[in-house]
């Protein structure tokens, strides 16, 4: 065996070996940002009671309601239409928000 290929044959191993490592800390990542995000959303569902504010879709519109009222609080200008598939669907099952500041984010960014 030249030194060479030898050299080839070591930088092929190393390079795979980074590949697989590399590969390896982002499922581990991605495992534990999950895990995260699960034990976040079941603390958030047992400390909140009720919202204090819902978005969802009402006669082809979007509008805010708060919490324990049927009547609509506000009204969303955004075209319906021109939503991803994923927001016409959260907006149909309701988003709830638990206080104004993050209702205002919300309504900016789907405004945008």
Do not use: H, W
Not at 17 to 40: D, H, N, P, Y
Not at 97 to 105: A, M
Request: glycine share 4%; proline share 3%.
């Amino acid at each position: 065996m030249t030194y060479r290929s030898a050299k080839k044959i070591y930088f092929t191993m190393v390079s795979a070996i980074t590949v697989s490592a590399f590969m390896v800390i982002c499922t581990l990542g991605q495992a534990v940002r999950k895990r995260k995000v699960e034990t976040r959303l079941a603390a958030a569902a047992i400390e909140q009671e009720a919202p204090e504010y819902t978005v969802r879709e009402y006669g082809g519109r979007a509008v805010v309601f708060r919490s324990g009222s049927d009547e609509p609080y506000m009204f969303i200008d955004v075209d319906m239409p021109l939503l991803s598939d994923m927001d016409r669907e959260q907006l149909s099952r309701g988003i709830y928000f638990d206080s104004e500041n993050e209702l205002r984010r919300f309504i900016e960014d789907i405004s945008s």
